[in-house]
């Protein structure tokens, strides 16, 4: 069990990275693409998607991209990290994206999918599309 960050409900794909992400500058927000070089993620969308990585880096400035990306309806559905800092718990509670921390995000691949219960601090994987 993990700890809930910002509340909510949510069962989608996942896209998972074992590095972490900033978002601001590596994240689009106007598609929701990231967009640093170099990032596992690169071109990938978190769009609609569970989001999983281990924490967040960079400006403080990300917590308003995850806001933006959530008023642009080009949000992922939920946030799973291993540890959310800063940057990560305020922009999800800002845009009211269900996250949990204290996950290990090991279990997870992208393309499986989960089900995450911020309100319980589960994350659980209820399928998979093999990827």
Do not use: Q, W
Request: glycine fraction near 16%; charged fraction near 25%; aromatic fraction near 4%.
């Amino acid at each position: 069990m993990g700890r809930m960050i910002s509340p909510g409900k949510a069962t989608a794909d996942a896209i998972v990275s074992d590095e972490p992400i900033g978002f601001y500058g590596g994240v689009d927000i106007e598609t929701g693409i990231v967009i640093e070089r170099g990032h596992p993620l690169e071109g990938e969308c978190v769009t609609g998607k569970v989001l999983v990585f281990p924490r967040g880096k960079g400006s403080t400035v990300g917590s308003y991209v995850i806001y933006g990306l959530e008023k642009n309806n080009v949000g992922p559905v939920a946030i799973v990290n291993e540890e959310t800092e800063t940057i990560v718990a305020t922009g999800a509670i800002l845009a009211g994206i269900p996250c949990v921390d204290g996950i290990d995000i090991s279990r997870f691949k992208s393309g499986d999918i989960l089900t995450v219960d911020a309100d319980k601090g589960s994350v659980e994987k209820v399928g998979s599309k093999g990827l």
